[in-house]
């Protein structure tokens, strides 16, 4: 596989320090969803209901504000935005340890609110400093650091946590994100390119959410319904056949095949659509369920699924950086949070409901399908967009 278009992304002035950072940012986040529920659980002797509570006011929180954050980025610039929400993050974290459940539960929905999006910041980044013919790779690339943090965060809160205390890892939690938003307030990586000039007032929200842009955030939410529905699948299923002791190997294995996905869509010199990708992670889903034992035969069953992962939400954000208009570039990133965290956020219930009133094999089935129906719609409106776009281009030409 040539690697040469990484080369080239990696050879652009500031690209390799911006990612290094932004792999950083990410993760604080990646590490303290489990860290919290384990603070919760162990330390404060409440049930995993409780804990949920918390991590589901802290996302309900981050999907609320980061269209708005996004908003404040356009208007007043980085800086700001981040010496604002790299105080709270931090402030939160490092309090997080000395707080009774109460206070925890009522505080996490305005620091999930206020938190650095540091998401949607390294794709406006990677949107100003990489030229359009480059962002698939440089996307992809950024999909795959997602992925590595997402094996290293959770791994490293758990072991603090385990070997430590939960208030330690809290803190060490704290400490970095402040520490990286220190370094992002010094470093203030653009946010636009130096082409990208920005004049007038800011364009009202019905001239550019178009119909194309909300399909894009729908199949977005559809993508991620499937993910989180497969990995809950995947730890039900291993639990019932009495082999959770494997599910970390699983779960690094479904990791490392996002990751080669993502580094052959960004590689490659043409890929496969946003939807394409995105009805291929559902499709393949689907069916696991029916060899979900032995561990190991669940693990290979998966990576089909997996290695279209990460190339479905590189697709996305190239889809949403390609449609938003330069001036709003901020608050349509924080949209595709938004929908993520949607996603995120109903598809473990309901594919939950589905396994607990059947069995662990038709979580993949609830995962897949849930994935389309969300999807469908958004490409239902995609059809009809290229329709009227295609009735409508011959009168204008």
């Given amino acids: 596989?040539?690697?040469?278009?990484?080369?080239?992304?990696?050879?652009?002035?500031?690209?390799?320090?911006?990612?290094?950072?932004?792999f950083f940012?990410?993760?604080?986040?990646?590490?303290?969803?489990?860290?919290?529920?384990?603070?919760?659980?162990?330390?404060?002797?409440?049930g995993y209901g409780e804990a949920g509570l918390v991590g589901t006011a802290t996302t309900a929180g981050s999907a609320l504000g980061a269209p708005l954050i996004g908003r404040a980025i356009d208007r007043y610039g980085l800086r700001p935005v981040v010496a604002v929400c790299g105080?709270?993050?931090?402030?939160?974290?490092?309090?997080?340890?000395?707080?009774?459940?109460?206070?925890?539960?009522?505080?996490?929905?305005?620091?999930?609110?206020?938190?650095?999006?540091?998401?949607?910041?390294?794709?406006?980044?990677?949107?100003?400093?990489?030229?359009?013919?480059?962002?698939?790779t440089a996307y992809s690339l950024d999909t795959v650091s997602v992925e590595v943090t997402f094996m290293i965060g959770p791994s490293l809160g758990i072991l603090i946590s385990t070997q430590v205390s939960s208030a330690a890892a809290l803190t060490s939690i704290g400490a970095l994100s402040g520490v990286v938003a220190v370094l992002l307030y010094l470093m203030n990586p653009p946010v636009?390119?130096?082409?990208?000039?920005?004049?007038?007032?800011?364009?009202?929200?019905?001239?550019?959410?178009?119909?194309?842009?909300?399909?894009?955030?729908?199949?977005?939410?559809?993508?991620l319904f499937v993910l989180v529905g497969m990995e809950l699948a995947a730890l039900a299923s291993l639990r019932e056949n009495g082999e959770v002791d494997w599910?970390?190997?699983?779960?690094?294995?479904?990791?490392?095949?996002?990751?080669v996905g993502g580094i052959v869509h960004g590689a490659v010199h043409r890929s496969l659509s946003q939807v394409t990708l995105m009805v291929l992670l559902a499709v393949l889903t689907i069916p696991v369920g029916l060899?979900?034992?032995?561990?190991?035969?669940?693990?290979?069953?998966?990576?089909?699924a997996n290695l279209v992962c990460?190339?479905?939400l590189a697709a996305t954000t190239e889809a949403v950086s390609s449609l938003a208009p330069v001036r709003v570039r901020g608050e349509a990133m924080g949209l595709q949070d938004s929908a993520t965290r949607i996603g995120l956020a109903i598809g473990g219930p309901v594919v939950g409901f589905v396994m607990d009133h059947s069995a662990p094999g038709w979580g993949f089935v609830a995962s897949g399908l849930g994935g389309l129906a969300l999807a469908s719609v958004g490409i239902a409106l995609r059809v009809r967009f290229g329709a009227r776009t295609a009735v409508r281009a011959p009168a204008g030409s």
Avoid: F, K, N
């Fill in 310 to 312: 990460a190339p479905t």
């Fill in 25 to 46: 940012a990410r993760l604080p986040i990646t590490a303290m969803g489990i860290t919290l529920t384990l603070h919760v659980v162990t330390d404060l002797g409440r």
């Fill in 192 to 223: 636009r390119a130096d082409h990208e000039v920005v004049t007038g007032e800011r364009p009202p929200l019905r001239s550019w959410l178009s119909r194309e842009l909300v399909a894009t955030l729908l199949i977005a939410t559809g993508a």
């Fill in 87 to 136: 105080v709270v993050s931090a402030g939160y974290l490092l309090a997080t340890p000395h707080l009774p459940y109460l206070a925890l539960v009522l505080v996490a929905l305005p620091a999930g609110l206020l938190a650095v999006p540091a998401g949607s910041i390294a794709r406006q980044v990677l949107a100003a400093q990489v030229p359009a013919a480059q962002r698939r």
């Fill in 291 to 304: 060899v979900d034992t032995p561990w190991w035969l669940l693990a290979l069953v998966l990576v089909p």
């Fill in 1 to 22: 596989m040539p690697l040469q278009p990484y080369r080239r992304l990696l050879a652009l002035p500031s690209v390799p320090s911006s990612m290094l950072l932004m």
């Fill in 247 to 259: 599910t970390g190997v699983v779960i690094a294995l479904m990791c490392v095949a996002s990751l």
